[in-house]
């Protein structure tokens, strides 16, 4: 029922620049928190940001300064602006969604995307 569809992800250059994006089916989606992860090769799936229903933000320390998760809510949309990105950024990148509004928590979510390949070359 609940669908999560990511885009946007590519090839890039070391320095470079790419905006994910994620229409999400949950409702009311401004309620919801949404988070991105990602999955390098050999690496377990790792959290890369999220955002409350307040706008408020949270990064992994690997990303801040770099990346800037965002939402429209009159799009039902959640963007990952990523800059400078680095080879280490490689991975398949995940939309989450959790099951309840005003959930919060790395561990709390049940609703994921596809997923969308981003390839950062040295």
């Known amino acids: 029922q609940v669908q999560l569809v990511e885009s946007g992800g590519g090839l890039v250059q070391a320095g470079g620049s790419l905006r994910l994006s994620c229409a999400a089916s949950v409702r009311p989606f401004g309620w919801y928190a949404m988070g991105w992860f990602r999955q390098a090769p050999g690496k377990e799936r790792e959290f890369v940001a999220a955002?409350?229903?307040?706008?408020?933000?949270f990064y992994a320390d690997s990303v801040k300064g770099r990346f800037t998760i965002s939402r429209d809510n009159a799009k039902n949309t959640v963007y990952l602006q990523m800059n400078s990105l680095k080879p280490e950024d490689t991975g398949v990148y995940y939309c989450?969604?959790?099951?309840?509004?005003?959930?919060?928590?790395?561990?709390?979510?049940?609703?994921w995307g596809q997923g969308t390949q981003v390839t950062v070359s040295s």
């Open positions: 989450a969604a959790p099951s309840q509004p005003f959930k919060l928590g790395h561990d709390s979510y049940d609703y």
């Open positions: 955002i409350k229903w307040t706008t408020s933000t």
